[in-house]
Nanobody, 116 residues
């Protein structure tokens, strides 16, 4: 079992920045990939960014060049630095961890609201 706790969401004006954090606990030695998804009401949950234990990253096209994902393996924490935020980035952001046993765990979500 892996538990995830997110923090860092909030309200920001367009063009501003926020940094999300996700701390993992439990069977952290089984975690391979960590990342972030986001969801707006009535729509599916979409990939934002992921990072492997080795540091390989992937990003949604909509956030490339603006968001940066990073990871502290020693602390089992993943970060999402979000710059140049746009109103369309408004969503609930969820942390995900994928284990070597191909099981996914989700955090509770943190709201990000970007005003125009």
């Amino acid at each position: 079992q892996v538990q995830l706790v997110e923090s860092g969401g909030g309200f920001v004006q367009a063009g501003g920045s926020l940094r999300l954090s996700c701390a993992a606990s439990g069977s952290i030695f089984t975690i391979n990939r960590m990342g972030w998804y986001r969801q707006v009401p009535g729509k599916q949950r979409d990939l934002v960014a992921t990072i492997t234990r080795g540091g390989t990253t992937t990003y949604a096209n909509s956030v490339k060049g603006r968001f940066t994902i990073s990871r502290d393996n020693a602390k089992s924490v993943v970060y999402l630095q979000m710059n140049s935020l746009k109103p369309e980035d408004t969503a609930v952001y969820y942390c995900i961890s994928s284990t070597i046993f191909q099981r996914d765990y989700w955090g509770q979500g943190t709201q990000v609201t970007v005003s125009s």
